[in-house]
């Protein structure tokens, strides 16, 4: 059975930090992408951070220089680190896995999300 549990949400003050982890089972974890999204109150699902396969990274401009995603591939595991974090980044955050052959693709997993509050 395909897994994947997001852990490391809570309340942080602005400013401050938090690692999410996303610990993956059921399936060859080093040959999907892997990414973060998340989703506030009355707005859009959003990705925020994707790392591929081969370790390249993408960022939401909203993140850039203050979140960094990571993966372990012996732990089967994917990280978020968010640094300065401020009350615009609150929302539910989600992991993501994607499988592609021949540029299709083929599955599309979802974790059941985290929270994070970002407040005084």
């Keep these: ?17 938090l690692r999410l982890s996303c610990a993956a ?8 992408g892997m990414s973060w999204y998340r989703q506030a109150p009355g707005k859009e699902r959003e990705l925020v951070a994707a790392i591929t396969s081969t370790g390249g990274t993408n960022y939401a401009d909203s993140v850039k220089g203050r979140f960094t995603i990571s993966r372990d591939n012996g732990k089967k595991t994917v990280y978020l680190q ?12 989600y992991c993501n ?16 999300g ?3 509050t970002v407040s005084s």
Excluded: H, I
């Design 1 to 17: 059975q395909v897994q994947l549990e997001e852990s490391g949400g809570g309340l942080v003050q602005p400013g401050g930090s």
């Design 25 to 32: 089972s059921g399936f060859t974890f080093s040959n999907y």
């Design 82 to 93: 968010m640094n300065s974090l401020k009350p615009e980044d609150t929302a539910d955050y």
């Design 97 to 112: 896995a994607q499988r592609r052959r021949w540029g299709t693709l083929e599955y599309d997993y979802w974790g059941q």
């Design 114 to 116: 985290t929270q994070v």
